[in-house]
């Protein structure tokens, strides 16, 4: 497809998609001014929408994240409650959630979604933090999307990402904004992105240097240590017309112990406060927990209740890894601990094991990694027994798939 033609084609489907959302869905949107939706709680029925920075994505404030589901009727209900935005990912179910979707949209006009894929090209090298082998970088991330896109089975996806990276150098790396560019070049994606679960205002930051990347999707949650200043970087670029969309809004799923606890509802509300995040994609695998998603996406009012429970909620034990990155320099054998923090809060707080064994064994761990250590040197900021929680997730190598869930 040429670059004059793939314009031409956005453009038209822009103007119509649009316009056939807003008249299928009765959508309201807040617009440039008050975009947190306070002034439409009165008009029940509206969904508030956003606009994804200084791209023409105008969708609700609640998105879906693919990630987690396996059951396409939970998707159809999706789109049919409003929802337009679906986040998928290279890696995700070993390629099955793409696959899925790609059996599914095939009933769906194209301009009735956007969809947004992410990837991660070989060569990382996690104690650089970068990318270190350009042609690798540039070859395996043109497989990989190759990949992607047969699954899909559509000419182009409205957002493509640089996939699960948390440093400026990565972020910046020159081969992987080459091949990116190139690929949108092409027409075979409107918009870049990059994605991050932690450092996320480096990477919010590095990513506005570039010029390149139209959106960033971070990790934006109440329990965050560094939220004030991940807030920040938001508003720097709401500025340069960087979109931003969040992801981990339930900060790490389930509580490890009994008690009054935020629902997810309530996180969800927390983080849209925000009115420069544009949406969230929170993974619902239940139709019960789609109702109670859609329920944000009209109304962000929090109650007094929901107030008080943030609050204390904030002070809470929690599964979720702010991933600092100040155990990296502790620990002897210079683990990957912020990924194996993510991989014990699949296991425990989202009970999504079989996620949690391909994070490990993307990361090549053994379930003996720490028996080396008679102690540990690890002091986490979070208060986490790191070494206990390492020796408890690693286990999973060595439970057969079919026990996974």
Known sequence: MGEKTGRRKFLRRTVLGTAATVA??????????????????????KLIMRRLGKTDIVIPIVSMGVMRADNPNLVKAALDKGIR???????????????????????????????ETKIKPDGYNKKKGDFTDGALVKRSYREKFNTSMKRLGIEYVDVLFLHAINSRAATQNKAVLEVMQEIKKEGRTRYLGVSTHSNEPEVIRAAIETGVYDVVLVAYNYRQNHKDEIAKAFEEAAKAGVGVIAMKTMAGGKKPKEGPSVS???????????????????????????????????????????????????????FYCDGCMQCLD?????????????????????????????????????????????????SCTKGFAVADKIRDVTRLREVPEEFLT
Not at 25 to 42: L, N, P, S
Not at 89 to 112: F, I, S, T, W
Not at 362 to 370: F, K, Q, R, S
């Open 264 to 318: 997810a509802a309530t996180a969800l509300k927390w983080a849209m406060q925000n009115e420069h995040v544009a949406t969230a994609i929170p993974g619902f695998t239940s139709f019960d927990q789609l109702d109670e998603d859609m329920t944000v996406a009209r109304d962000l009012t929090l109650s007094s209740e929901e107030k008080q429970l943030l609050s204390l909620a904030r002070h809470e034990e929690t």
């Open 24 to 45: 299928a869905t009765g959508m309201t949107w807040a617009g440039t001014g008050d975009r947190t939706g306070k002034d439409k709680e009165d008009k029940k029925g």
């Open 85 to 115: 935005l679906l986040d998928t990912a290279y890696v995700y179910q070993g390629g099955r959630n793409e696959e899925m979707l790609g059996k599914l949209l095939k009933d769906y006009p194209r301009n009735a979604y956007y969809i």
């Open 330 to 378: 502790q620990c002897r054998h210079e683990l990957p601990i912020p990924d194996l923090m993510r991989a014990y809060m699949y296991t425990y707080g989202y009970r999504e094991t079989k996620k949690a064994r391909d994070l490990l064994d993307e990361l090549a761990v053994t379930p003996d990694i720490c028996a080396s250590c008679a102690d540990c040197t690890v």
